[in-house]
């Protein structure tokens, strides 16, 4: 739960809410977002997706390709892990790129979407 906290931290500092400045933030259920141990920094409200709505979070499709190679294994070092998913993700970005709009592309998600800069 620490590390929740820190990132919450860092994103209320980032974004400047508080008193001046309301953040809505929308999270998952997952159970260590859900905990009593979460302190959610003032000027962040959070706001739970439905139970079983993965349409609103596409990324929740993707696991299936993304933790391919890391299922059943243990690494010894954070450094194996890491080389391990900048393997995937990199085949993630320029191979699999069909499987993954297959999975994600929703009738109602813009087609031309691109990230915005800034």
């Not at 739960?1 to 309301?22: D, H, I, P, Y």
């Not at 260590?32 to 929740?60: A, D, M």
């Amino acid at each position: 739960m620490e590390w929740l906290n820190l990132v919450l931290e860092k994103f209320a500092k980032q974004t400047g809410a508080g008193q001046s400045k309301t953040i809505l933030l929308v999270m998952d259920r997952a159970g260590w977002h859900r905990s009593e141990r979460v302190v959610v920094p003032s000027g962040i409200y959070v706001e739970y997706l439905p139970l079983y709505s993965p349409e609103l979070q596409p990324v929740e499709r993707l696991w299936s390709l993304a933790d391919k190679p890391l299922v059943n294994k243990s690494f010894d070092k954070i450094q194996d892990l890491e080389a391990v998913l900048e393997e995937r993700c990199q085949i993630l970005s320029t191979t699999l790129t069909e499987p993954i709009k297959n999975l994600t592309n929703y009738y109602w998600w813009p087609n031309n979407c691109s990230p915005r800069e800034g």
